[in-house]
Every structure is written in structure tokens, then in C-alpha cells.
């Protein structure tokens, strides 16, 4: 048994204090919130669209539609809150999975009908 777990068996000993263990989300800047939801949206889009892994099988297009959409609308919408230095890199993921989707598509959508692209404007490589 882990030390963050709590415990029903009185043996175990005393429970942790989880207020030791958890960071108050008000002391979490908010550019760091903002960085932190886009990148879990990067990662789970890439999983989705089979760039996890060389040999990987999982595929699900609609996942990766949602995922890349709503990371275009947080990026686009929070690029001047959170500054070109947290942004532009952003913006880089954000293309390239925009633009893995494209190719992993059996019918690519026409440009600007793409996931996300009603918020960055039509992706070309």
C-alpha cells in the first residue's frame, strides 16, 4: 500500500494529509493551467491518431477530430494570454497534428474543414 492511498484497515497505520500532498490550485498560474490542458490535448490526439507508438493499431479519427479541434480553440483563443513563448510551440503541435490527421485520413477534408482549421485558417505542409 502506498503512502498517498488512504486506508480502511485501522492496522495500516495513520492516513497522509492530503493538504501536504495537493498543491492549492489557486497558487497555479494560470499560463501553466493553460500549457498543462494543451499539452494532455497534444498527447491524447497523437494517441488517437496512432503516433504513440511505431507499431501502434489504435486509430479512432473521431477522437482525434475532437481533440485536435478543442486544442485549436484553446490555443487560439489563449495565444495572447499566454504569450508567443508559450504559444508558438503550441501552435507547432497543433499543426502537426493537424496535419497527421490529413494524412491519416482516407478522404483528407478540403482545406479549412479540417479539425480545428475554424480556428487557424486552412494547414498546408
Known amino acids: 500500500m502506498t503512502d498517498a492511498m488512504p ?3 485501522p492496522q495500516a497505520g495513520p492516513t497522509p494529509d492530503y493538504d501536504e500532498l495537493t498543491r492549492d490550485i489557486a497558487e497555479v498560474p494560470a499560463v501553466e493551467v493553460i500549457t498543462t ?3 494532455h490535448l497534444l498527447s ?3 494517441v488517437n491518431l496512432g503516433l504513440d507508438k ?3 493499431q489504435h486509430k479512432d479519427l473521431d477522437e482525434a477530430r475532437k481533440l485536435i479541434t478543442a486544442l485549436a480553440g484553446l490555443v487560439t483563443a489563449s ?3 499566454i504569450s508567443s513563448f508559450h ?3 503550441l501552435r507547432d503541435g497543433l499543426k502537426s497534428l ?3 490527421f490529413r494524412e491519416a485520413s482516407l478522404v ?3 482545406p479549412g474543414k479540417g479539425p480545428g482549421e475554424q480556428f487557424t485558417g486552412p494547414v498546408f505542409g
Open 7 to 9: 486506508s480502511t484497515d
Open 37 to 39: 490542458v494543451a499539452v
Open 44 to 46: 491524447a490526439a497523437a
Open 54 to 56: 511505431p507499431d501502434s
Open 79 to 81: 495565444a495572447t494570454e
Open 87 to 89: 504559444a508558438a510551440p
Open 98 to 100: 493537424q496535419l497527421a
Open 108 to 110: 483528407p477534408d478540403e
